[in-house]
């Protein structure tokens, strides 16, 4: 299991913020976090692409977001997600860019899906995906 402290600091919480527990990660996501987390995570994974941001939120969705500066909890619960893979992916990679290649390149596991795709999509997809970098962290076949 992925230490909640690593989710945390990907999506960038202010260290005053940071969570004790996994649960107090939870209890923050769902209080809403940061709008400023949807540019820190796009600018992470996709700093390239300046629409990735809308991936993650939808851009009507963004506008409103930002009056309120804060996300719902199901949008926390995406970004967290991504931070979730994105954390691994850079422990096995070691290398931002080597980790934004096989998030962004279809792999033969997933059905030729590119895995941030699949992980921008749902849970399940997040839990395969994480599946997948733990074999290669682990140096199983992936």
């Given at each position: ?46 700093p390239s692409d300046t629409q990735f941001k809308y991936r993650l939120v939808p851009r009507a969705t963004y506008e ?53 795709d699949v992980v921008i999509q749902s849970e399940f997809g997040a839990e395969m995906v994480l599946d997948i970098l ?9």
């Open positions: 299991m992925l230490a909640f402290s690593s989710v945390a600091e990907v999506l960038g919480l202010p260290s005053k913020a940071v969570p004790q527990s996994p649960i107090g990660l939870i209890t923050q996501i769902e209080q809403g976090l940061p709008i400023g987390t949807v540019e820190r995570m796009s600018n992470l994974v996709a409103r977001r930002k009056s309120a500066k804060i996300l719902s909890p199901e949008e926390g619960t995406r970004l967290a997600r991504i931070a979730r893979v994105w954390s691994l992916a850079l422990e096995v990679w070691r290398d931002p860019n080597e980790a934004r290649d096989f998030l962004f390149h279809a792999h033969p596991m997933i059905e030729d899906r590119r895995p941030i733990s074999a290669l962290k682990y140096g199983s076949a992936a």
